[in-house]
């Protein structure tokens, strides 16, 4: 067993296990140091610079993300060195492409001043999709970065909205590579990649668009997008964070459990993201269960019960139903015996639920015929 290691840590003496980083010790004990381009469960690209931090001693300043700790080092995270080190990060990456952040309240308010000054029909080059949901944009409140480099006109490359479910913005890309290594490390579908020149992430040598790719359209990418380069299409200048409630819940569509947020407005299912950290899908999802929740506020979905009557379907209570359904099924049992009864249970809903039907199948209609929908 290895020998007990302490690493200092703006004035904290912390214990360090061999092989973690600087952030990894400072995360895990709470100390916050800022990043964009790192992504849990992926190797660090140490692409950003914007976790850098002062070792006492050394005169140049190191990337936490993928800097080993060190025994008996001392580390400042908020050193003056460090503050004007991000500051000029910041700004760089800010100025590198279409980031109009507006360094300001990011809230409602705010919000509707700014857009009263802006083209509405010029939305896509004047306003950011993702404005108050933006950790490049959260960095650009907490140090204070505003001013010539705001609005820049962007890589050139044209936006890529072909395809139903994601946007891509390549105005708005920083190039930390997290949509990579969420597509290649964590989903493994190796869907996209940088170019060989590293000024853009394409899907293969041709550049086709998503829609033509490997891309199984998780959504992985979109979620770790820290800008608007990658936005859902159905959210994209229709929802705000301030607008929606999250709501944590279980996904239907298996067995698995995946654990995600509905993102809710005015009543309505807007956006679904998976919840991070959390067994047993960690922040990751399927196409179903990230785009596939418009059935949830579908007009046509039946809301109450319905019985056939003379060839035409009335509206019933849930009461009469129940008793339709008791009285029909005890009627076949008693008349053809109680394997005349199959039961089919669902994907769609809980282990649990499922469990219970088969409960009921064996124990209340004495039928072993239980199925289940994704045999057929």
């Excluded at 931090?53 to 001392?74: F, Y």
């Amino acid at each position: 067993m290895d020998e007990q290691k302490f690493i200092v840590i703006n004035g904290n003496r912390l214990s360090f296990s061999t092989g973690e980083t600087i952030l990894e010790v400072a995360r895990k004990n709470h100390i916050d140091i800022p990043t964009l381009c790192f992504l849990k469960g992926a190797s660090p690209k140490a692409s950003c610079g914007v976790c850098m931090v002062e070792i006492q001693g050394q005169k140049e300043l190191v990337k936490a993300c993928s800097t080993d700790a060190t025994e008996n080092i001392t580390v400042l995270t908020e050193s003056p060195r460090v503050i004007v080190a991000r500051r000029f990060v910041i700004r760089k990456m800010l100025g590198s492409g279409n980031h109009n952040c507006a360094v300001r309240g990011s809230d409602a308010k705010d919000w509707n001043r700014f857009q009263l000054k802006v083209n509405q029909d010029d939305k896509s080059r004047e306003l950011c999709p993702v404005w108050g949901d933006c950790r490049l944009q959260d960095l650009a409140y907490r140090y204070q970065v505003s001013g010539d480099n705001f609005g820049a006109p962007g890589t050139g490359f044209p936006l890529e909205d072909v395809n139903p479910f994601i946007v891509r913005d390549f105005s708005r890309c920083i190039l930390c590579g997290r949509c990579v290594s969420a597509c290649n490390e964590v989903q493994v579908n190796n869907a996209i990649k940088f170019r060989s020149d590293e000024k853009k992430v394409v899907t293969d040598e041709s550049d086709n668009p998503l829609r033509n790719s490997n891309c199984v359209f998780c959504g992985e990418c979109v979620q770790a997008c820290p800008v608007g380069a990658l936005v859902e299409k159905d959210v994209r200048y229709r929802v705000r964070p301030w607008e929606t409630e999250k709501t944590r819940t279980t996904c239907t569509y298996c067995g698995v459990g995946c654990q995600m947020y509905l993102h809710v407005k005015d009543n309505k299912v807007v956006k679904v993201s998976g919840v991070e950290g959390v067994a047993p899908n960690y922040g990751s999802m399927c196409v179903k269960g990230r785009f596939g929740f418009d059935f949830v506020n579908s007009r046509e979905r039946l809301t109450k019960p319905l019985i056939k009557e003379n060839g035409k379907f009335r509206e019933a209570s849930w009461e009469e139903a129940f008793d339709r359904v008791a009285e029909k099924l005890t009627r076949i049992k008693d008349t053809h015996g109680s394997d005349s009864i199959g039961v089919l249970t669902s994907a769609r809903i809980t282990n649990e639920e499922n469990y219970v039907v088969q409960k009921f199948a064996r124990a209340v209609l004495k039928t072993n015929n239980v199925d289940h929908c994704a045999r057929l």
